[in-house]
T-cell receptor, first 114, second 112 residues
Framework: NAGVTQTPKFQVLKTGQSMTLQCAQDMNHNSMYWYRQDPGMGLRLIYYSASEGTTDKGEVPNGYNVSRLNKREFSLRLESAAPSQTSVYFC?????????????FGPGTRLTVT | KNQVEQSPQSLIILEGKNCTLQCNYTVSPFSNLRWYKQDTGRGPVSLTIMTFSENTKSNGRYTATLDADTKQSSLHITASQLSDSASYICVVSSGNTGKLIFGQGTTLQVKP
C-alpha cells in the first residue's frame, strides 16, 4: 500500500516546454486533487476531480490541464511552461468530498522553469 | 475573503521544551479545522481534525484547541523532540463541499 505516489520528484524545464506530472493512488479513493505550494503561501488548489470522469477548476487553474485517466490516476499537464509555474506540486486524494474525509498527500514534485 | 493566518512564521526551541502555534481564520461557512505536519521535502500529513463542537483534540504529544467564537486555534507540542522539526499547517474546511483553505504554515526547528 504505497498511498499517493507522484512522478517525477524533480524536473527542470525551459520556458515554453511542456510536461505532464503523474499521480496515482492505491487507496480506492474517489476524489483527487492537484495543489501548488509556493514559499510563504498556503497550498493552492489547481484542479480537482471529485470522481472518475469529472474534473473542475480550483483557485489557480490558468496554464494547466488535467486528466483523470481512471480511478487511480490523475495527471497534471503544463502545455507551455512559464517561470511563474516554478513551484512544488502536490497531488492528494480522499475517499469522498464530504467535510470529514481525510486528505492524503503525495511526496511532491519540485518543478523549476528557467 | 476566506483566509487562514498563522503565527509565528518560524520558531526555534530547545529539545524537551513545549511550544504553541497559533492559527486565526476568517472562513465562512466553517466545517472543520485541521492541523497538518509537513516534513522537509515531503507532503503534509494530518495530525488532527476538529469540528465546530470540539474544543480540544490530542494526538500523542500534539494537542489542538479550537475557539469557534473567536475563530482561533492553537497547536501545543509537549516535550518537543528533534523529529518535531517541520512545518505545521492550519487548514480550514469550508461549506459542505470539503473545500480546504490552507494557512502559510509555521516552521518549527527543534535544536538539541
Amino acid at each position: 500500500n504505497a498511498g499517493v505516489t507522484q512522478t517525477p520528484k524533480f524536473q527542470v524545464l525551459k520556458t515554453g516546454q511542456s510536461m505532464t506530472l503523474q499521480c496515482a493512488q492505491d487507496m480506492n479513493h474517489n476524489s483527487m486533487y492537484w495543489y501548488r505550494q509556493d514559499p510563504g503561501m498556503g497550498l493552492r488548489l489547481i484542479y480537482y476531480s471529485a470522481s472518475e470522469g469529472t474534473t473542475d477548476k480550483g483557485e489557480v487553474p490558468n496554464g494547466y490541464n488535467v486528466s483523470r485517466l481512471n480511478k487511480r490516476e490523475f495527471s497534471l499537464r503544463l502545455e507551455s511552461a512559464a517561470p511563474s509555474q516554478t513551484s512544488v506540486y502536490f497531488c492528494a486524494s480522499r475517499l469522498g468530498t464530504g467535510v470529514m474525509y481525510e486528505q492524503y498527500f503525495g511526496p511532491g514534485t519540485r518543478l523549476t522553469v528557467t | 475573503k476566506n483566509q487562514v493566518e498563522q503565527s509565528p512564521q518560524s520558531l526555534i526551541i530547545l529539545e524537551g521544551k513545549n511550544c504553541t502555534l497559533q492559527c486565526n481564520y476568517t472562513v465562512s461557512p466553517f466545517s472543520n479545522l485541521r492541523w497538518y505536519k509537513q516534513d522537509t521535502g515531503r507532503g503534509p500529513v494530518s495530525l488532527t481534525i476538529m469540528t465546530f463542537s470540539e474544543n480540544t483534540k490530542s494526538n500523542g504529544r500534539y494537542t489542538a484547541t479550537l475557539d469557534a467564537d473567536t475563530k482561533q486555534s492553537s497547536l501545543h507540542i509537549t516535550a518537543s523532540q528533534l523529529s518535531d522539526s517541520a512545518s505545521y499547517i492550519c487548514v480550514v474546511s469550508s461549506g459542505n463541499t470539503g473545500k480546504l483553505i490552507f494557512g502559510q504554515g509555521t516552521t518549527l526547528q527543534v535544536k538539541p
